[in-house]
């Protein structure tokens, strides 16, 4: 059965669900109808939980619809891609431009697999079924490494893309891909909001048995309204800026708190924006 069809039973079952909630509500506060003080007290919770739900379901509907709009907006992008490069490899052309067409259809591919790969990582994370292949980690290396992979796009923006650690940092244990994923998904997000000529700088420090990165841009910051829904899953604030599905700080977000961390964002006083994770730290120092 089509969603169109079950669609509108649906809204009419949970409008009925609200109204009968609020008719309870309101005859529980009627001392005509003759309740005692218990009673009436229990017919407001049962009411008041029926009417909670019934609103939860529709936002639920309604992140759904968004979530489904968002995805097949960002995969309808490179398979439009990919179809028009295969129509052109149909025609006639030298093997530089065979070359370059084949190039544009593997990134796109490229691309829709990350945001499958993306989505399937926010229901792992969701479901707490995702794997961590832990293993003892130099501190600085994870964050220079994720630095290194976004170099030269940073270049191309004429971006200043700066690393900072401080020596002798302990080791911490974690999953190598998994805390690069983080701090990536981190620098894609300076790097989106970051202007031309701006400059982004990654720092690794270490705090009293702790390991803190911080990403720190030159960005307009963070509206105040957007920070607490910031790190949820589809949501996508700062609209002036195109791009994604609001999956990188969540999935950062689920990365981190399985490696008994925490991560946060804040805005800068001289402007920008400062997002900071914090690993638990190793006994072990490196030599």
Known sequence: MSTATTARPRQEQEEQLALAAERLIAASCDPAHGMSDEARELVRALANTCLNQVRAARQALTVRDQ?????????????????????????????????????????SALRMDRLIQDLLDV????SSQLNLHQEWLP????????????????????QALRFFADADLPLIRGDRHRLQ????????????????????????TKIN????????????????????????????????????????LAI????????????????????????????????AQLA
Request: proline share 6%; net charge negative.
């Open 67 to 107: 979530v489904l709009g968002a995805v097949a907006h960002d995969l309808r992008d490179p398979l439009n891609t990919i179809v028009t490069s295969v129509d052109l490899l149909q025609l006639p052309m030298n093997e530089e431009q065979r070359t370059r067409q084949l190039n544009v259809i593997l990134r």
């Open 123 to 126: 229901v792992r994370l969701e």
């Open 139 to 158: 501190a600085a290396d994870i964050a220079r490494d994720a630095v290194e992979m976004h170099a030269t796009r940073a270049a191309a923006s004429s």
């Open 181 to 204: 994923q983080a701090l990536s998904n981190l620098l894609d997000n300076a790097i989106r909001y970051t202007p031309c000529g701006g400059s982004i700088d990654v720092q690794c």
């Open 209 to 248: 048995g702790w390991v803190r990165y911080t990403v720190a841009d030159t960005g307009p910051g963070i509206p105040p309204a957007d920070l607490p829904n910031l790190f949820a899953a589809f949501w996508q604030g700062r609209r002036s800026s195109p791009g994604g599905t609001g999956l990188g």
């Open 252 to 283: 950062a977000r689920g990365v981190v708190e399985a490696h008994g961390g925490s991560i946060g964002a804040e805005n800068r006083p001289g402007g920008g924006a400062l997002f900071s994770i914090t690993i638990p730290a190793g006994e």
